[in-house]
């Protein structure tokens, strides 16, 4: 397979070029959509029913043309609140140890 340059290609050659790669993608993701729901189907018979996509959408929707605002995002789950946990004698001990050898460092650099 030869190798094309596409930084030497002016945009006059390149737009039929991108086109047709385009269109090929496109037929490739339809064929491959429709091979997936005959397979989905298949296997919807041995457990929960398959969920029916639409059938080979021309393109996406831009990111300005779909719902903004609350209705099109869903809520995120919300969590179990947590009791505070109080200090362990560990906690403040250690915390007191960290202190003491900080201000030994401290106390060793000024000299």
């Known amino acids: ?9 002016n945009i006059k050659n390149s737009l039929p070029c991108a086109n047709a790669l385009s269109k090929s993608f496109a037929e490739k993701v339809a064929s491959r959509q429709v091979e997936l729901e005959a397979e ?3 296997l919807s018979q041995y457990g929960k029913p398959s969920k029916k996509s639409q059938a ?4 996406k929707a831009k990111k300005s043309d779909e719902k ?5 995002r869903p809520e995120p789950p919300t969590r179990p609140q947590r009791p505070r946990l109080l ?4 906690d403040r001990t250690s ?3 960290g202190r ?3 201000a030994r460092l401290q106390a060793g650099m000024d000299q």
Do not use: Q, V
């Open 1 to 9: 397979m030869a190798k094309i340059d596409l930084d030497s290609m």
């Open 40 to 42: 989905m189907e298949r």
């Open 56 to 59: 080979a959408p021309a393109a």
């Open 68 to 72: 903004k605002g609350d209705e099109a």
């Open 87 to 90: 200090p362990t004698k560990f």
């Open 95 to 97: 915390y007191r140890r």
């Open 100 to 102: 003491a050898i900080i």
